[in-house]
């Protein structure tokens, strides 16, 4: 049970669709809109600046707050942000297809590797700010947290090899975007503009 709880407790979280919520709220189906993924940057696509960055914090905090429920139980801290980033891309309240898992691994590292994950956070805006394509920006996240984790030997062993095993599921999420990618089709996103 120590190993299996945890990873229950994260996947518990990641399947709230929080993102998809909100659309509802807003009067939007996300399955049926956009890219029909029901992440954050579809919604925010669909709704605005203002839902995006509801649903991106909101979907971040699935990540969070099962990994520091794992670190004060005890528990493996890998596992429980492993459960709630597979929760979020398989969600099984949408036959197994859900989110890119971007704003869950957020929220993931920000309790594992915070150091590791400021600076990623910098390529992200970087990458995000010279192409405006949010997959790109997201890809190149998921690649420089577990490189960052590694060089500045931040957490343990278990998590950094946990936050590669992540960054290949995330990369995967988003092959459909990769392929529009290398066909220059995929596309661009600006944040602030209203929709």
Do not use: C, Q
């Amino acid at each position: 049970m120590g190993y299996v709880l945890p990873f229950i407790i994260g996947f518990v979280f990641g399947i709230i669709p929080f993102s998809y919520i909100l659309g509802k709220i807003k009067g939007l189906d996300l399955k049926k809109v956009g890219s029909g993924n029901i992440g954050a940057t579809n919604l925010g696509r669909e709704a605005g600046l203002p839902f995006f960055v509801l649903g991106f914090i909101l979907d971040g905090l699935k990540g969070l707050i099962p990994v520091l429920l794992a670190r004060n139980l005890g528990y493996l801290t890998a596992l429980a942000g492993a459960g709630a980033i597979l929760g979020h891309i398989f969600n099984p309240l949408f036959k197994f297809r859900g989110g890119k898992g971007v704003s869950t691994t957020i929220g993931v590292a920000i309790g594992i590797v915070p150091k590791s994950f400021l600076i990623s956070l910098a390529v992200w805006v970087v990458v995000y700010l010279s192409t405006f394509i949010v997959a790109l920006a997201s890809i190149g996240f998921a690649v420089a947290l577990p490189i960052f984790g590694f060089v500045m030997n931040e957490a343990t062993l278990t998590d950094r090899v946990f936050m590669v095993i992540m960054a290949g599921f995330i990369i995967y999420a988003h092959r459909s975007n990769i392929k529009r990618i290398l066909k220059k089709e995929e596309a661009k996103f600006i944040l602030w503009r209203r929709k």
